[in-house]
């Protein structure tokens, strides 16, 4: 099993920057890939990034490229999500999810990963 804990949500204004964590724990091993994905009321789940844990490799949504960066510290068992030039079309809980080898098939999808953190909620002001 693998425990995701995330942080760094907030409110922040339009053109603001935040940055997301997410700490795993247990059985890390295990883990090929994390995504960060987000989701608002009455829509579904959507990857905005993801990285190979073990090569780096990086996806991007198109509504977040040139804004948004995924990287890793597997140091630390830690992603993070730094986001900026922040919209109000950003604000959604934020998801981040760890997965077996299958999560590194691209585009990343929701079925594909295992393990999800509680969320973390990403206000973005007009």
């Known amino acids: 099993q693998v425990q995701l804990v995330e942080s760094g949500g907030g409110l922040v204004q339009t053109g603001g920057s935040l940055r997301l964590s997410c700490a795993a724990s247990?059985?890390?091993?295990?883990?090929?890939?994390m995504c960060w994905f987000r989701q608002t009321p009455g829509k579904e789940r959507e990857a905005v990034a993801s990285?190979?844990?073990?090569?780096?490799?990086?996806y991007y949504a198109d509504s977040v490229k040139g804004r948004f960066a995924i990287s890793r510290d597997n140091a630390k068992n830690t992603v993070y999500l730094q986001m900026n030039s922040l919209k109000p079309e950003d604000t959604a809980v934020y998801y981040c999810?760890?997965?077996?080898?299958?999560?590194?098939?691209?585009?990343?999808?929701?079925?594909?990963?295992?393990?999800w953190g509680q969320g973390t909620q990403v206000t973005v002001s007009s």
């Open positions: 247990g059985r890390t091993v295990s883990i090929y890939s």
């Open positions: 990285i190979n844990w073990r090569g780096g490799n990086t």
């Open positions: 999810a760890a997965g077996s080898p299958l999560s590194l098939l691209l585009p990343p999808m929701e079925g594909r990963y295992d393990y």
